[in-house]
């Protein structure tokens, strides 16, 4: 993939990640708070579940607290396994249980999912529970990974394990990253009482290899407009066109292609009722078909951009044409008007939309690193 580190540097232009500003200054100061009070409370957390991104399973840790995470008991809890790619998930396992690290892919919607993580922390802490009264399992994770979805059915669980429980607070979850600004924490089991400590999500101050910082940027663990929309679909693309994943959309582009032919071939009754507005909501299942097309005229227009291509990827200038091509392509297929304004945005938007919702497939954009067998 040496193509996408070489247009990195040409077409996103020269950035930093870090908490002096420069180009891009995305370190809120409550982070820095949090990060003071994370660090201060590690130090007395029985077990630590560190939440991580199934997509980005290194990218997305927390460089700066793995010194005192490592020397804790740990669960690496890799959420959003349903957007990861199954056929490389089970090789993050091996890796990590290579390192002698717990691990375990989640999704943390799912409540049988979280019960078998909650089941491994319980194997975890066997010894501690028999000796300790009370407990502390703190969950920790940078933006945007789930971890207050991960909190919130971890409550749903504790209420039905023990009714006897008084009500619980529930996290608050939402799509952009710093929804949680303060530590609070829950009780989850009143023999021995465990308490579960949800905290914000906390990024290092500086990220020194720019293609790490793209890659949470792309999972959202940094805002868009901190690095930009239309570099993080650049960056995108550029992974995309490396992997050469748009040629295996070619059964998409086909049946695309004879659906296009099928509306050519049927005799439309022009009507001016047909220009007003339907009142009536469109039904769940409409919608979802109205997004599947959508994701798949998106693939057919990569497909279509890419099997044409006759440059070479490893080329960052014509790597970088066929971006620009595929940018128009995207906004036809997008059906975005030309002069709409801020048209590239607008791609850039809804492009990032559909990957981050799994409606062009399965990704898991960190490598698997190679571990050489001490002899």
């Known amino acids: 993939m040496a193509g996408v580190g070489k247009i990195l540097k040409k077409c996103l232009g020269e950035m930093s990640f870090n908490t002096g500003g420069g180009n891009i200054n995305w370190f809120p100061g409550h982070m820095a708070a949090a990060t003071r009070a994370i660090n201060s409370r590690l130090k007395l957390a029985d077990l630590v579940i560190e939440v991580r991104d199934s997509r980005i399973p290194l990218s997305s840790a927390n460089q700066d607290l793995q010194p005192r995470l490592s020397s804790k008991r740990r669960v690496i809890a890799?959420?959003?396994?349903?957007?990861?790619?199954?056929?490389?998930?089970?090789?993050?396992?091996?890796?990590?249980?290579?390192?002698?690290?717990?691990?375990?892919?989640?999704?943390?919607?799912?409540?049988?999912?979280?019960?078998?993580?909650l089941e491994?922390?319980?194997?975890?802490?066997?010894?501690?529970?028999?000796?300790?009264?009370?407990?502390?399992?703190?969950?920790?994770?940078?933006?945007?990974?789930?971890?207050?979805?991960?909190?919130n059915c971890i409550h749903q669980i504790a209420s039905m394990r023990f009714p006897v429980q008084e009500k619980k607070k529930r996290a608050k979850v939402g799509p952009l990253p710093g929804v949680t600004q303060d530590i609070a924490g829950f009780k989850i089991a009143q023999r021995p009482?465990?308490?579960?400590?949800?905290?914000?999500?906390?990024?290092?101050?500086?990220?020194?290899?720019?293609?790490?910082?793209?890659?949470?940027?792309?999972?959202?663990?940094?805002?868009?407009?901190?690095?930009?929309?239309?570099?993080?679909?650049?960056?995108?693309?550029?992974?995309?066109?490396?992997?050469?994943?748009?040629?295996?959309?070619?059964?998409?582009?086909?049946?695309?292609?004879?659906?296009?032919?099928?509306?050519?071939?049927?005799?439309?009754?022009?009507?001016?009722?047909?220009?007003?507005?339907?009142?009536?909501?469109?039904?769940v299942a409409s919608n979802v078909n109205y997004v599947e097309g959508v994701a798949k005229a998106v693939q057919s227009a990569l497909y279509s951009t890419l099997s044409e291509f006759r440059g070479d990827l490893?080329?960052?200038?014509?790597?970088?044409?066929?971006?620009?091509?595929?940018?128009?392509?995207?906004?036809?297929?997008?059906?975005?008007?030309?002069?709409?304004?801020?048209?590239?945005?607008m791609v850039s938007k809804k492009f990032l939309t559909l990957f981050r919702a799994g409606k062009l497939g399965p990704f898991i954009l960190d490598d698997v690193p190679v571990v050489t067998s001490k002899l």
Not at 92 to 101: A, G, K, L, R, T
């Open 78 to 117: 890799l959420n959003k396994k349903d957007l990861a790619n199954p056929n490389i998930m089970h090789k993050w396992v091996d890796y990590f249980d290579s390192c002698n690290q717990d691990c375990l892919p989640i999704n943390a919607h799912s409540r049988s999912s979280v019960q078998k993580l």
């Open 193 to 283: 009482s465990i308490y579960v400590l949800d905290t914000p999500g906390v990024l290092v101050p500086t990220i020194s290899d720019i293609e790490t910082g793209l890659k949470l940027a792309l999972a959202g663990s940094v805002k868009d407009s901190v690095v930009g929309e239309e570099r993080i679909a650049q960056y995108l693309l550029a992974v995309l066109n490396t992997r050469q994943t748009p040629l295996h959309w070619r059964n998409v582009h086909s049946d695309s292609l004879k659906e296009l032919q099928n509306e050519t071939d049927k005799k439309h009754d022009y009507n001016i009722k047909n220009l007003l507005p339907n009142r009536r909501a469109l039904p």
């Open 314 to 345: 490893e080329d960052e200038n014509e790597l970088e044409i066929l971006i620009e091509k595929q940018f128009e392509a995207l906004q036809k297929a997008l059906k975005i008007s030309n002069k709409a304004n801020e048209a590239r945005m």
């Open 120 to 151: 491994l922390v319980e194997l975890k802490l066997k010894e501690k529970i028999a000796k300790e009264p009370t407990l502390l399992v703190m969950v920790v994770g940078v933006p945007n990974v789930g971890k207050s979805a991960l909190i």
